[in-house]
Nanobody, 119 residues
Framework: VQLQASGGGLVQPGGSLRLSCAASGSIFSIDVMGWYRQAPGKQRELVAVMTSSSTRYADSVKDRFTISRDNAKNTWHLQMNSLKPEDTAVYYC???????????????WGQGTQVTVSS
């Protein structure tokens, strides 16, 4: 199983970016889809996470970021609006998934994509 994150880049404050994460490989179900970020000198932190029944956001991104999923393609997105310099970080996608109908859940990480918010 591989997770491929894309969509990062340089954007001015107040701008928008859309990140995408595509999961491939032997996947039976993806139970949790999420995004985390890590700024220089800081610990990795949760940005947004989604299950089949709920979503959760970090307080710092509520009302600005939206996580969504495309089940048919095992893909999920993070729409980031009203970006601020403090949103600058490497963003990682994360999935908790099963590889068969009867299997443990496994935790996978994407490779990270850089988001830089600067004028």
């Amino acid at each position: 199983v591989q997770l491929q994150a894309s969509g990062g880049g340089l954007v001015q404050p107040g701008g928008s970016l859309r990140l995408s994460c595509a999961a491939s490989g032997s996947i039976f179900s993806i139970d949790v889809m999420g995004w985390y970020r890590q700024a220089p000198g800081k610990q990795r932190e949760l940005v947004a996470v989604m299950t089949s029944s709920s979503t959760r956001y970090a307080d710092s991104v509520k009302d600005r970021f939206t996580i969504s999923r495309d089940n048919a393609k095992n893909t999920w997105h993070l729409q980031m609006n009203s970006l601020k310099p403090e949103d600058t970080a490497v963003y990682y996608c994360n999935a908790v998934l099963a590889t068969a109908s009867v299997s443990p859940q496994y935790n996978f990480w994407g490779q990270g994509t850089q988001v830089t918010v600067s004028s």
